[in-house]
C-alpha cells in the first residue's frame, strides 16, 4: 500500500513539473494570462513574469504558495484585481501615516504622477503629500487616534487607470 502512494506522488510530482516546465520556457503576456496588462516582448521582462508565476502569481491563475506581504508591515489594499497595492502604515505615536503603492505583487514600488493623495474618514479629510520617491505622508495629531478606519480614495490614478473612491480598510485590508 505505501508503495502505491509512493508512486501515485512521483506520478503527480513529475506531471506537475512537465507542466510547469512548459509554462515557464516560453515568454508569457499578462495579455495572455487574462490581464489587461500587456508587458512588452522584451526578454528581461518576459523572464521576470516567469520568475514572479513560479512563485504564484493571480494573473496567470498559479495559486499555490502565493500570498502578498506588506514589505512595510502595514495593511494591504489590492486595486483593481492584480493592478497595484497600496499600504498604509500609521504610527500612532507620532501621529504619522504614510502610503506606499506597489505593483500587483507588493514587490516593487511605484511612483504616481500625482503630487497628493486625499483620503475622506467619515468627515475627516487626510491630505497625504508625495515625496520624491513617490510615498505619501501625512504626520496629524488626528492620526493618533485612528486604530480602526473605513475610508475613500477621492482621486487615484495608476498607469493610466482610475480608482476613485475605492475604499481602504485599515488594518485589516482586503
Known amino acids: 500500500m505505501k508503495y502505491i502512494a509512493l508512486i501515485t ?3 503527480i510530482f513529475a506531471s506537475c513539473k512537465d507542466e510547469q516546465t512548459t509554462k515557464t520556457s516560453e515568454p508569457i503576456s499578462r495579455a495572455e494570462a487574462g490581464s489587461k496588462k500587456d ?3 522584451s526578454k ?3 523572464e521576470k513574469a516567469d520568475k514572479d508565476c513560479e512563485v504564484g502569481c493571480p494573473s496567470c491563475g498559479v495559486k499555490e504558495s ?3 506581504k506588506a514589505p512595510n508591515g502595514g495593511a494591504l489594499m489590492k486595486l483593481g484585481g492584480d493592478a497595484a497595492v497600496m499600504e498604509i502604515v500609521i504610527d500612532h505615536k507620532d501621529g504619522a ?6 505593483d500587483g505583487l507588493a514587490k516593487e514600488q511605484l511612483k504616481l504622477d500625482q ?3 486625499d483620503l ?3 468627515t475627516i479629510n487626510l491630505t497625504l503629500k508625495a515625496d520624491e520617491k513617490g510615498v505619501f505622508r501625512l504626520k496629524s495629531d488626528i492620526i493618533k487616534g485612528l486604530k480602526k478606519f473605513e475610508a475613500t480614495v477621492d482621486k487615484l490614478e495608476i498607469d493610466g487607470l482610475p480608482f476613485d473612491g475605492v475604499p481602504v480598510y485599515y488594518p485589516e485590508g482586503n
Open 115 to 117: 503630487a497628493q493623495l
Open 39 to 41: 508587458l512588452s516582448n
Open 120 to 122: 475622506q474618514i467619515n
Open 66 to 68: 502565493f500570498e502578498l
Open 97 to 102: 501615516m504614510t502610503v506606499y503603492f506597489y
Open 9 to 11: 506522488c512521483l506520478f
Open 44 to 46: 528581461k521582462e518576459a
